[in-house]
C-alpha cells in the first residue's frame, strides 16, 4: 500500500499527541491525584431547604471524630452558601455539595478542588489544602446573568 511521504509524516505527529495526551491524563491521576468524582447520590433539589442534610442549620463546616472534616453547601444563584468557611490546611476534608436551581460549578484556584454540581445530585469531593491563606470559591459553568458574580470566601488557617 503506497502512503504519501507528507501523510506518513502526519500520522507520526497525531500518533505523537495521542501518546502526549494518554501520558498527562495518567500522569493527572495517578500522580496528582486528580480524579473525577466516582458517587452518584441522588437528592429531590425542591425539598432541599425543608429536611435533611441541606437544611440551613446543617449547612457549613462539621468536625469529625477522626479530625476529619465535612463541609456542606447549597450552591444556588448566585453565591455559594454559607458564603465563607474557615478550614485548617493538611487536613482531610469533604465537601457535599449540591444545587436547587441549575447547573453550576465549583473551583478554587491554585487547588486540585473542581466539580460540578448538579441539581438532583450531591457532588462529593474529598481533599486537603496544603497551603494557607485565602481562597475564593469561584462558580466555572454558566449559571446565568450573575454567573460572574457567583464566588464565597475560604480562608485555610495553619493546622492546631
Ligand atoms: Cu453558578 Cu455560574
Redesign the pocket.
Known amino acids: 500500500m503506497h502512503i504519501d511521504p507528507l501523510e506518513k509524516k502526519w500520522m507520526y505527529v497525531v500518533g505523537f499527541i495521542t501518546v502526549v495526551m494518554i501520558a498527562s491524563m495518567t500522569y493527572a491521576a495517578v500522580v496528582m491525584n486528580l480524579n473525577p468524582p466516582s458517587n452518584v447520590e441522588t437528592i429531590d433539589p425542591k425539598t432541599l431547604h425543608l429536611s435533611g442534610e441541606f437544611t440551613e442549620d446543617n449547612l457549613g463546616v462539621t468536625q469529625n471524630p477522626d479530625g476529619s472534616y465535612t463541609v456542606r453547601m447549597i ?1 444556588a ?2 453565591a455559594f452558601y454559607p458564603t465563607q468557611i474557615e478550614l485548617p490546611a493538611d487536613t482531610d476534608i469533604t465537601f457535599r455539595i449540591t444545587s436547587p436551581d441549575v447547573l ?2 465549583v473551583h478554587v484556584p491554585f487547588t486540585n478542588m473542581s466539580t460540578m454540581v448538579v441539581p438532583g445530585y450531591v457532588s462529593e469531593v474529598t481533599t486537603r489544602f496544603t497551603k494557607t491563606g485565602d481562597f475564593q470559591f469561584l ?1 466555572n ?3 446565568g446573568l450573575g ?1 460572574d458574580y ?1 464566588w464565597s470566601r475560604l480562608k485555610v488557617t495553619p493546622k492546631t
Open positions: 450552591a444563584r448566585y453550576h460549578g462558580c459553568d454558566y449559571c454567573h457567583m
